[in-house]
């Protein structure tokens, strides 16, 4: 079985793999990390080394097993997000969710919509503000 991480280095992607690992610790899955980060145009943005280390630091942290995925680029975040869910067989994706204004909450991101809507598996969306759940 395997946990679809988007990833994004912001608070919300952050919290995104926090609970990423939380739920790969307690049911033994493995990792999928999809690039999740996206400049205004929703064209996809590199990593920089940090946010990468971030990554790799939490999951090898965490004793899980995890792969990035290389899909085809130059999709939209939710394109490639699919993609990867239609690839891997994946059971469940993880995503982080911006906190918003009360008239804003109304109003989810595109890409977040589109995983909402279209995925094939659970979605776990996940704000910034949540903490992750602890497990042993």
């Known amino acids: 079985m395997t946990i679809c991480l988007?990833?994004?280095?912001?608070?919300?992607?952050?919290?995104?793999?926090?609970?990423?690992?939380a739920e790969a610790r307690a049911t033994g899955c493995d990792v999928l990390v999809v690039n999740a980060a996206r400049d205004w145009h929703?064209?996809?943005?590199?990593?920089d080394d940090d946010a990468v280390r971030e990554v790799e630091e939490q999951l090898d942290g965490a004793g899980v097993t995890w792969r990035w995925h290389e899909g085809p680029h130059g999709l939209s975040g939710a394109d490639e997000i699919l993609t990867a869910v239609e690839e891997v067989d994946v059971t469940?994706?993880?995503i982080g969710v911006?906190?918003?204004s009360h008239v804003q909450k109304r109003i989810v991101s595109d890409t977040t919509k589109q995983v909402l809507l279209d995925a094939s598996c659970?979605?776990?969306a996940v704000r910034a503000d949540h903490e992750a759940p602890a497990f042993a």
């Open 6 to 21: 988007a990833y994004a280095p912001t608070e919300p992607g952050r919290a995104a793999l926090r609970h990423c690992v």
């Open 42 to 47: 929703d064209t996809p943005a590199e990593l």
């Open 98 to 100: 911006t906190d918003r």
């Open 92 to 94: 469940l994706v993880v």
């Open 122 to 124: 659970a979605v776990l």
